[in-house]
C-alpha cells in the first residue's frame, strides 16, 4: 500500500507528527515552502512553490496560497496528477486549506493534528476555514484524531475515527546527552521550555514569571524560535536572563531535553490547546525532566506521573515545585509503533 501524507504545516525543523508517520511507514510526504516572516518573504516562498520536486519520498508540486476561491481547485489538480503517477493507493491529509478533498482522486484520511474544529481566529481558525474543514472531514472515508477529546467531536462528523496519540523517539533518547557542563549550567536547576514560539504558547508570562525567582542557583533555556517580531521582543527583553539557543536540528533537540530539570508548558487555555497533546509533555519527561503545565484538560485527563499543573498567574510558585518522583514505560509511544496503527487504519478504511 502506497501512501502519501500532507502536513497541516510542512515544517521539517521540528518534530512533525505528519512526518514522522510518513518516515516511520516509508511513505510519501508532500512538501512545500512558505515563508509568513514578512510580505516580500511570502512572495518569494509562493514562487519558490510553484515546481515540482522529488526527492527520497518527500515530493513538490506547484501549489498556490492564495486566493481562497481558486488555490484549491489548482492545488488539487497538481496533486492528482502526482498521485497517479506515484501510483498512490491512499492520502492522509491534515491540511486544512490548501487541497478540496472530495475531489481527490484516492481515499483520503483526515488526520486531525489538533482541534481544528472551533473558531480560533489566534491561529487562523475563522468561520468560513473551520466549516470547510468539517465539510473536508465529511467527505473523507476515516479520521485519526490526535486525542480522544478530538475524536469525539469529529465522530458527530464522520463516524470512521481513531485516535493516534502522539509520539517520541525512544531511541534517540537513549543515545542522547546532557549539555549542562557545554552551557556551563553545573548544578542549577534547569528550566526549559522547547518548541514553537507564538503568543498563545504563553512563553514571555513564562520568562516573566521566571525573572522572579531567578538567582545564581537556576537557569532558563529555550530552545526553538523564528522570525517573528514576538519571539524577537522576548529574546530583546530577556536575554541576560534567559538563554535562548534558537532553532537546532530535531536530530540535536534530544540532547537539551536532557539538560533540563522542569520543562514548562504555560500555554493558554482555549479549545485548540484544551485538546491537544503537547509532544514537548513526553519527550521533557522522556528526558528525565518533570513538567510544569497549565491545566489544558486533555493532559490533566491522561494523569501522567511526571505532570504538575498550576494557572499561569501562578507559574512562579509552581517552578518552586518539589521535583516529582515517577516512573513511566514510553516503549508503547514510539513513531515506529504509532506509525503501523496509522498504516492498520488506513487499510482497514479504503
Known amino acids: 500500500m502506497k501512501l502519501l501524507f500532507i502536513p497541516h504545516v510542512p515544517n521539517l ?3 512533525n507528527r505528519v512526518y514522522e508517520f510518513a518516515k516511520n511507514s516509508d511513505s510519501y510526504f508532500l512538501t512545500w515552502n512558505i515563508d509568513n516572516s514578512s510580505l516580500k518573504a511570502k512572495i518569494s516562498s509562493q514562487f519558490h512553490s510553484l515546481r515540482f520536486q522529488e526527492k527520497d519520498k518527500l515530493v513538490q508540486i506547484p501549489l498556490l496560497f492564495k486566493p481562497d476561491s481558486l488555490a484549491p481547485k ?8 502526482l498521485l497517479k503517477k506515484l501510483e498512490i493507493d491512499a492520502v492522509v491529509n491534515a491540511n486544512a486549506l490548501l487541497f478540496d478533498i472530495k475531489s481527490i482522486c484516492v481515499p483520503v484520511i483526515y488526520d486531525l493534528v489538533d482541534d481544528h474544529l472551533e473558531i480560533n481566529e489566534a491561529i487562523g481558525l475563522n468561520k468560513q476555514r473551520v466549516q470547510k474543514i468539517k465539510e473536508d472531514v465529511k467527505n473523507s472515508v476515516g479520521v485519526i484524531c490526535v486525542t480522544s477529546f478530538v475524536e469525539k467531536k469529529a465522530k458527530l462528523l464522520h463516524k470512521n475515527t481513531t485516535t493516534i496519540e502522539n509520539g517520541v523517539y525512544i531511541e534517540r533518547f537513549l543515545k542522547a546527552s546532557s549539555l549542562r557542563e557545554k552551557l556551563r549550567l553545573g548544578g542549577k536547576m534547569v528550566y526549559g521550555y522547547i518548541g514553537g514560539v507564538e503568543p498563545w504558547t504563553g512563553l514571555r508570562e513564562a520568562c516573566e514569571s521566571y525573572r522572579k525567582i ?8 529555550v530552545v526553538g524560535g523564528s522570525e517573528s517580531s514576538y519571539y524577537k521582543s522576548l529574546v530583546k527583553e530577556y536575554a541576560t ?3 535562548f539557543v534558537g532553532r537546532v536540528a530535531p536530530t540535536a533537540v534530544a540532547d537539551y531535553f536532557k539538560t533540563i530539570d522542569r520543562g514548562l508548558i504555560p500555554f493558554e487555555l482555549n479549545p485548540f490547546t ?3 497533546l503537547p509532544i514537548k509533555a513526553l519527550e521533557y519527561a522522556l528526558g528525565g525532566a518533570d513538567v510544569l ?7 490533566e485527563h491522561k494523569n501522567y506521573p511526571f505532570v504538575h499543573f498550576c494557572e499561569r498567574e501562578n507559574f512562579t510558585k509552581g517552578m518552586l515545585y518539589e521535583k516529582k518522583e515517577w ?9 515506529s509503533y504509532l506509525a503501523k496503527d496509522v498504516k492498520k487504519f488506513v487499510g482497514e478504511s479504503i
Open 74 to 81: 489548482f492545488n488539487t489538480f497538481m496533486l492528482n496528477r
Open 293 to 299: 503545565a497549565t491545566k489544558l484538560h486533555y493532559l
Open 274 to 276: 484544551n485538546n491537544a
Open 327 to 335: 516512573e513511566y514505560d514510553f516503549n508503547h509511544l514510539d513513531w
Open 241 to 243: 536572563e534567559i538563554l
Open 13 to 15: 525543523s521540528v518534530i
Open 214 to 221: 531567578a538567582d545564581e542557583s537556576t537557569a532558563f533555556i
